[in-house]
Structures are given as C-alpha cells and as structure tokens.
C-alpha cells in the first residue's frame, strides 16, 4: 500500500465517537482521515440498544449527567442533520423511559431518584401501579419512575447515516490497522505526565503506522483523535497516549424479540434489564454486564438472564418469537467516566470510554472533539473527564 501522504488530522476509529468527531472536523474546514480495521460503526456502537437515556443512566447529579443531557438534547439536531445529508432517517424518538419497582425498597429508591432529578427541574413523574399498566407496564409493578423526555435512535442506521455523511462530505475513509504514533520527542515535544509518581517527557505527534494486510504504510498527521473503543489504551507508542489499563471492555449481550404487537412503544426497565420497542415491530432486550475481556461471544447465563428480563417487564413477550442475539464490548474506565481531552502527545485528542451512554453521548462527543482540535473555546469543563487521570 502507498504512503497515506498527509491529514490534518487522522481519526482512529470509525465507531459512532470517531464518526460524528471525523464529520464534524471535516465541515470545520479539516482534511480528515478516518481509520478502521472494519467497516465503520460494526463494533460497540453496532451492538448498543440506542437508549437516549440522560435520566435513566443519571444516578446521581454531576458532570456526567450535565454531559448526557445536553448531548440528549443536540441528536435532536443531528437526527434532522443527518437526513439532510445522508437521507436516511436514524429513527430518533422521544419515546420515554419507564423505570419499574417490583418491591417496597425498590419503590423507595425511584421516588429519591425522581426527586433529586425534578428538584433540577427536570420531568420524572411517580407512578403509582395502575399508571404503570397504561403505558404498557406488566401487572406485578408496584410503581414506577417516567421519564418521558428519554428516547432512543436505532443506532445502526446511526452509524450508517454518520458514514453516508462522512463520505459525501469529503472524509477519506481508510479501512486499516492502526499500528502505533510516531511522535517527536526531546525538549519542548507534548506536555510532562505524571505516571505512577514520576515524570515522563511527552511527545509530539507527527504520524500514525497504518497495516494492511502485510503491509505497513505511513500517514502524516500532526492532530489525531484516539477513538478506539475498547481498544483504545493497546495502542502502542513511546509514550503512550493512554496508561495499559485506562479502558477496558465489559461485554454486554443483547437478545431480540419479535412480539405480533408490541405491548408498549416506551423503554421498559428496571435494575436488572431494559426492553426496547424498535418502529418496525422488534423489541431489544438487554443488557449483560460482564467481565469477559475481549471475547464478544453470546452464552448460555447470558441468554438466559435476558429471557428472564423480558417476561418479567412483560408477560406478553413470552411467547415472542427469539429473532437475533449478539454482544458487544463498552469501553470503560474504572471511575466509568469518559476519557475526553488532550493526552501525553501533543497534538492526540483522546475521546472514548464513553462506557453504558456512548450512543447517548456521540452528539456532544463530536462537538467537543471539534473545540478542542481546531483550538477553539471548549464549551464544557472537561477536568473530570482528563484522559490522564488514573
Ligand atoms: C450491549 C450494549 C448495549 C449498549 N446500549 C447502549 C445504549 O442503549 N445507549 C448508549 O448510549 N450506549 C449504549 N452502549 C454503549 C455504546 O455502544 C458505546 O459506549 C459506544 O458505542 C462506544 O463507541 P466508540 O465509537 O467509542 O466505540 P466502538 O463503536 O467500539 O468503535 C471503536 C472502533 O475502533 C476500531 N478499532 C479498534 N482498535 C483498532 C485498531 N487497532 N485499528 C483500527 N481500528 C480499530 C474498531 O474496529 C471499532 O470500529 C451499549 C453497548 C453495548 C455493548
């Protein structure tokens, strides 16, 4: 393969993050090169149940739930952006959250959820049992947490849609292994990092090894965006972008049901597992958490753990026919925060770890990634998510 030549900036990794950050540094005038070993968006953002759901995930007050509304409110914007410049219509929906109480502490818990959530001034409305069967709910609910401005967006057509846009925008799409940085170092290369109580010199990025097949190829870039997923801190280079166990997958496996009808058209959940209504009649139910390393495959405890989920958030999904299964790697960080922000290397902007909200959290990904390569004011505090925490 030829030498790459030169990018602005090389984006690495085309799930849903590197995607939206490759568009949206590409419409800031940007030549942009974005890498994946596979197709664009096939990995955790193909796997995900594309829950918008801002108060759902939001199990205290912070910067991470300040991240997730906000960013619930721009795929707003995006879904109608995106089928501008793709035609394809992503199937964003503000179709509520239905969080359910099976018992008395349950029941406790969803009304101090709900009241530090509307003491913010947000919607989230007690149900009691008889308000929960009419959106859909299953008779043994004693109550209930609506959250009616969560939604969803079937997040495949998401990522397709951010491909479509990438490309007819002008992002050279590269299909790749991402090998290692180069990066210049000596007296004024990249920031100093504090690991493990001492000093390490950083570096300045100037390209990024590329594999194909068995060949190596160089591409020239001052600006990169590290958005690897999972993969993100097995990256080599000297100094690394990221620390060895910065982020690491946990499985989650999802199971697909097709009912002759639907019984809700909100998300159904509880502590244990969520359901989730598609517009062309399937329900997703989901989701495993689970340390499994990097192996994606579906088991036997996991399956039945999510048979289990769906009839008990709805009897009438037992006799649904089972119509697909997968799993799929979130990228997490031990604190469960993303890692957004300049790293080691001068010149590497690391975005990932976005862990359970990654879909959720695309939308303001790729505007925060835009801010802080082209230099520009960033509009959020990003100090909690500083990729160089431990
Ligand atoms: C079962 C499940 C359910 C989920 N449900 C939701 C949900 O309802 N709502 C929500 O908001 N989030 C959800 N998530 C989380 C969400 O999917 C992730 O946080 C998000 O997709 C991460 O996106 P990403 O682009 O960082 O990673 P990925 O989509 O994993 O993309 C990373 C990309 O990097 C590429 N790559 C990695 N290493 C290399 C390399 N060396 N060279 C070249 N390419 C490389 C991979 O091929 C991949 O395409 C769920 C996740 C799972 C697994």
């Not at 799409?173 to 210049?184: G, S």
Request: proline share 5%; net charge negative; aromatic share 4%.
């Amino acid at each position: 393969m030829d030498a790459l030549g030169t990018a602005d900036v090389a984006v690495l990794g085309a799930g849903a993050i590197g995607l939206l950050s490759a568009l949206r540094l590409r419409q800031a005038g940007l030549s942009v090169t974005l890498v994946d070993r596979g197709a664009p968006g096939q990995e955790a953002s193909h796997a995900a149940g594309g829950i918008l759901g801002a108060q759902m995930e939001g199990h205290e007050p912070g910067p991470l739930f300040e991240l997730g509304l906000r960013s619930r409110e721009l795929h707003v914007g995006l879904a109608q952006e995106l089928r501008e410049l793709s035609g394809i219509d992503v199937e964003r929906q503000t179709c509520g959250m239905l969080e359910l109480a099976f018992d008395e502490a349950r029941r406790g818990e969803l009304a101090q959820w709900g009241a530090w959530q509307r003491a913010l001034g947000l919607r989230a409305e007690q149900l009691d049992a008889a308000q929960v069967q009419e959106l859909g709910g299953p008779p043994s609910a004693l109550a209930g947490l609506w959250f009616p401005d969560d939604g969803q967006v079937e997040n495949r057509k998401l990522c397709e849609a951010l491909r479509v846009a990438c490309e007819r925008a002008g992002v050279r799409i590269v299909r790749a292994e991402v090998e290692r940085l180069e990066c210049a170092r000596g007296p004024g290369a990249g920031a100093r990092l504090e690991e493990g109580g001492r000093l390490e010199e950083g570096g300045r990025l100037e390209a990024v090894w590329l594999r194909v097949g068995e060949e190596q190829t160089r591409l020239s870039a001052e600006r990169a965006v590290l958005a690897l997923g999972s993969w993100s801190s097995l990256l080599p280079g000297d100094p690394k972008a990221l620390q060895a166990d910065a982020v690491r997958p946990v499985r989650g496996q999802i199971i697909v049901l097709r009912p002759a009808r639907a019984p809700f058209t909100c998300v159904m959940g509880d502590h244990l597992g969520y359901a989730i209504p598609r517009l062309d009649g399937r329900v997703l139910v989901g989701a495993t958490v689970e340390e499994a390393g990097f192996d994606k495959r579906v088991t036997a405890q996991g399956l039945a753990q999510l048979l289990s989920s769906a009839v008990r958030l709805s009897p009438l999904l037992a006799q649904a026919p089972l119509v697909d299964h997968w799993a799929g790697l979130r990228p997490a960080s031990r604190d469960r925060l993303p890692r957004l922000g300049p790293c080691a290397i001068e010149g590497v902007t690391v975005a990932t770890a976005h862990y359970r909200s990654g879909i959720l959290l695309t939308a303001i990904t790729g505007r925060l990634v835009a801010q802080l390569v082209t230099g520009q004011p960033v509009e959020v505090d990003l100090a909690p998510f500083d990729p160089r925490r431990s």
